[in-house]
């Protein structure tokens, strides 16, 4: 069965604390990994897409990257506002269907 | 700006009684969506299409409708909401193998 699972479900920083949230999945034929932010009540917003193992991607504080069966959100030195939901999708080959994570809820401390 | 506008933001309604969300979109986008959202059970899917007059299940289908009339709109139907839909509801568009934009959520609530 095609899945995608985010981990933690829940994770609380120090500000300045550096750490890794993780999206594995078992789809056969990705097409595309993409991570979002979601702040509580609204949207979720883009991030990131990557296509290929091997991939990375870099926007402030945050650096994402993807293997074969996982994928990593790392946070360096993140802040207080970095506080938010981080979701993950994986998109299949050739169609429009896209499987979400639930998501791991980040809260960073000042 | 390329945007997904979603209308209400707020529903407070009572079971049984029609309501519509509506959702509309201006990039020109081919693949639109709706989505609910519960605590702990993530982004459902509720409905998508791909193109004008194509639309098909997604994972929680029960209790809606949709039409797609033209590109831009994609309105979300409860012909006669019961409590446990009672949810935060996200639509979204985009093209194939891209990122999705989302509207801004509805807050659903069905007494």
């Known amino acids: 069965e095609d899945q995608v699972t985010q981990s933690p479900e829940a994770l609380r920083l120090q500000e300045g604390e550096s750490s890794s949230l993780n999206c594995s999945y078992t789809?056969?034929?990705?097409?595309?990994l993409f991570w979002y932010r979601q702040d509580p009540g609204k949207g979720p917003e883009f991030l990131f897409t990557?296509?290929?193992a091997g991939e990375e991607k870099e926007k402030e504080r945050l650096k994402a990257t993807l293997t074969k069966k996982e994928s990593f959100l790392h946070i360096t030195a993140p802040k207080p506002e970095d506080s938010a939901t981080y979701l993950c999708a994986v998109g299949y080959s050739g169609t429009y269907k896209y499987i979400f994570g639930t998501g791991t809820r980040l809260k960073v401390l000042a | 700006e390329a945007q997904v506008t979603q209308n209400p933001r707020y529903l407070i309604t009572v079971t049984g009684k029609k309501l519509t969300v509506t959702c509309s979109q201006n990039?020109?986008?081919?693949?639109m969506s709706w989505y609910r959202q519960d605590p702990g059970l993530g982004l459902r899917q509720i409905y998508y299409s791909m193109n004008v007059e194509v639309t098909d299940k997604g994972d929680v289908p029960e209790g809606y409708k949709v039409s797609r009339k033209e590109k831009r709109n994609f309105p979300l139907i409860l012909e006669s909401p019961s409590p446990n839909q009672t949810s935060l509801y996200f639509c979204?568009?985009?093209?194939?193998?891209?990122?999705?934009?989302f509207g801004q959520g509805t807050r659903l609530t069905v007494v």
């Open positions: 979204a568009s985009r093209m194939l193998n891209t990122e999705a934009f």
């Open positions: 789809v056969s034929g990705l097409r595309g």
């Open positions: 990039m020109n986008h081919e693949y």
């Open positions: 990557l296509y290929s």
